[in-house]
């Protein structure tokens, strides 16, 4: 049969092995969004057109840990960019 004195040992250490853990949280995050096929991306090159005195955007291309990636027209070209690069291979 199993103490009440042995779970809260268990749980103690539990708890100590995940706070030495956050630790490293930001090698955690960066790991994950490089092994990621989807991420953040930032817009690194764009074309537009005068309309009006209005920006049309007619294409964008972005920079992620996976290469640069042009995705389909949207009529947008927002700075950031989540995307998911099997979707535009």
Not at 29 to 55: F, K
Request: aromatic share 16%; net charge positive.
């Amino acid at each position: 049969m199993i103490s009440k004195r042995n779970i809260f040992g268990v749980l103690a250490v539990s708890f100590k092995i995940f706070a030495e853990g956050l630790n490293y949280w930001p090698l955690v995050i960066v790991a994950a969004l490089y092994i990621s096929p989807a991420g953040p991306h930032i817009r690194w090159e764009y074309q537009y057109r005068n309309v009006y005195d209005q920006r049309v955007y007619t294409s964008c291309t972005y920079l992620g840990s996976k290469g640069f990636v042009t995705p389909p027209y949207t009529g947008q070209c927002p700075l950031i960019k989540w995307i998911d690069v099997r979707k535009h291979q």
